[in-house]
């Protein structure tokens, strides 16, 4: 066993995937999982699929290119916006995508076509979150310089985000402006868009409660099935379990010290100034992980009495004083902590961190 670690139960991860499965059906509701969460990992993408989940999408072309080569059996979505300059890749490994660009979808659209494929393309529309997407006024003019795409890029539906750039939140309103987008999009393009898709984890909440209006039909989640959190509301979505995921890191030092530094205190090396209150002479251990590879504000210690004292690249600082069986905490002992979204990020794209499905 290597540390630290990124551990995943794939049996709680894939409890939650079905229990989201389950519940999105009920309301006529079809799910992609979203699979950013752990840097694309193939082997979350198969969970999603056992799930029931229709595909898997991902905001970067390279872990779904990774899916695909896997030989995942998953349609695969392509969140993020294209960039100009992977259009051939988006064809080529990509279902489907969202964009918001008329000249991009465009472009698309011809790559698509001398390739020799159909694509399917999203509308994103912004309807408050001010991040991507065609703003309500637009649609009109959007539509119409898209009507005559040369059959490479099929334009199927709209898109949303919430809370993803200012936190907004979902609401029956603003996913019945979503509804009307549609409407007015498909009337200038006289096409049928059936597919009205939302995200993320946020969105569960109202589907929850049977808010969503019904047009409503595909739900793109990831912090969800992963962490059983559900950040935007602030809330631990009680249907879901929590500790899926678990971080791992071994002690390297374990010993008593002064709770306050001595000598004359400056920045540390983050550029913040620490503040320290005098409780007198602690146990501290230090665990060989850093702020390279967790974010240690967004990471909770699953063993009682321990607290987070400090963080630098390499190394974090806990206090295990008040630890039941505080013996145990000495060089070679391994800590669990639970993370939050930021953490699971920051693990899965660090290179030192081992990734483990058990
Ligand atoms: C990350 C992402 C999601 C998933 O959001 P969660 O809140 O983690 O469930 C959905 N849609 C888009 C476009 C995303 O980038």
């Given amino acids: 066993m290597r540390y630290p670690a990124l551990k995943i139960n794939s049996e709680t991860v894939l409890e939650n995937a079905s229990a989201v499965e389950t519940l999105c059906r009920l309301h006529g509701i079809e799910v992609w999982g979203v699979t950013k969460g752990l840097s694309g990992d193939p082997r979350l993408a198969a969970i999603y699929m056992k799930a029931g989940f229709v595909g898997c999408a991902d905001s970067r ?96 539906g709209v898109a949303t985000n919430f809370a993803c750039a200012s936190g907004v939140l979902p609401t029956p309103e603003n996913m019945a402006r979503l509804v009307k987008l549609r409407d007015l999009a498909s009337g200038v393009m006289k096409i049928d868009m059936p597919v009205i898709s939302v995200g993320g984890t946020c969105c569960l909440k109202i589907i929850e409660e049977g808010l969503a209006p019904k047009e409503i039909n595909e739900l793109r989640i990831c912090e969800g099935v992963l962490l059983g959190i559900d950040t935007a509301f602030d809330r631990d979505i009680p249907w879901l379990s929590r500790d899926a995921l678990r971080i ?51 990471i909770s210690p699953m063993e009682e009495g321990i607290t987070i004292e400090a963080a630098s690249s390499d190394h974090l600082i806990i206090d295990v004083t008040d630890a039941p069986g505080r013996e145990r905490y000495r060089p070679g002992a391994v800590v669990s902590f639970l993370p939050r979204y930021p953490a699971m990020l920051a693990c899965s794209t660090s290179r030192y961190v081992e990734k483990i499905f058990d």
């Fill in 248 to 298: 791992e890191a071994e002690i390297i030092e374990c010993r008593d010290k002064p709770s306050v530094p001595v000598g004359e205190t400056g920045l540390q090396a983050f550029g913040e100034k620490p503040v320290f209150a005098d409780k007198g002479t602690r146990r501290r251990a230090i665990l060989a992980i850093g702020r390279q590879d967790v974010n240690i504000d967004r």
């Fill in 61 to 156: 072309i390279d872990n779904l290119s990774g899916i695909k080569e896997a030989g995942v059996r998953a349609r695969l979505q392509m969140m993020r916006i294209a960039m100009p300059s992977e259009l051939e890749d988006i064809a080529r490994v990509a279902d489907v995508s969202l964009q918001s660009e008329v000249s991009t979808i465009k472009a698309l659209d011809a790559v698509c076509s001398s390739l020799g494929v159909t694509h399917d393309v999203l509308l994103m529309m912004d309807v408050g979150d001010l991040r991507e997407g065609f703003w309500e006024t637009e649609i009109a003019d959007a539509a119409g310089e898209l009507r005559d795409l040369s059959g490479g890029v099929r334009i199927r």
